[in-house]
């Protein structure tokens, strides 16, 4: 059996779809978490393919990195992947529509003048933001239920979910972020309820 070892700051951030994946299916892995600018961090960083993390390091040797090539990967062992071609072309519709938000909003990330940088994110919030959060919520409408694939939660929602959490909290963002938006709220909604996810939450 293979083994797993997921490697990422001590925080949510990328890699926290894919800890959730792995525990809603009950896949053991390891759980690295370091700390910025110690010496396991740098040789992390060393290791990873790209100099990025999170790095999945598999069977103990083999190391991936890229947030979304590891998530696919483990959704793709799990019941949270597309179970068609289609359902996996419509996931990944949803996935680049929220990835072309966050590398627009990666200026506002990566700014860091403390004054421009509370500008460009109060602009990001009025401006560019409302777009991308309506091109999602437009693709939800055309579904049943309140995940991408209409009843069923994949990895895709996960994300989503993992995201507007973060944007919901107001020191990253805002608390009413999801009030102009029931589908993408409902959805949110869906997957934080889901109890799995949930028990995970609250580890």
């Not at 994946?21 to 010496?39: C, M």
């Not at 506002?108 to 991308?132: C, H, L, M, T, W």
């Amino acid at each position: 059996m293979s083994s797993y070892e997921l490697v990422y700051y001590n925080s949510r951030g990328y890699a926290e779809p894919i800890r959730i994946l792995f525990n809603l299916s009950g896949i053991e892995f390891k759980d690295t978490r370091l700390a910025a600018g110690t010496p396991e961090f740098a040789a992390a960083l060393k290791r990873s393919p790209g100099g990025c993390l999170p790095s999945l390091v598999l069977d103990g040797n083999r190391v991936v990195c890229q947030s979304l090539a590891i998530t696919r990967y483990v959704a793709s062992l799990t019941d949270y992947k597309g179970r068609t071609a289609e359902d996996t072309l419509y996931v990944n519709m949803f996935i680049e529509t929220l990835y072309d938000l966050i590398a627009r909003y990666d200026e506002v990330v990566k700014e860091k003048d403390q004054n421009i940088k509370a500008k460009k994110k109060e602009g990001a919030y009025e401006s560019y933001f409302p777009v991308y959060l309506s091109k999602l919520e437009k693709m939800l409408s055309a579904q049943s239920g309140p995940f991408i694939l209409g009843d069923r939660m994949t990895w895709g929602d996960i994300v989503i979910m993992s995201f507007l959490e973060l944007k919901q909290n107001p020191e990253y963002g805002r608390a009413d972020l999801l009030s102009n938006f029931p589908k993408l709220a409902a959805q949110y909604r869906g997957v934080i309820e889901e109890p799995g996810v949930k028990r995970w939450s609250q580890l």
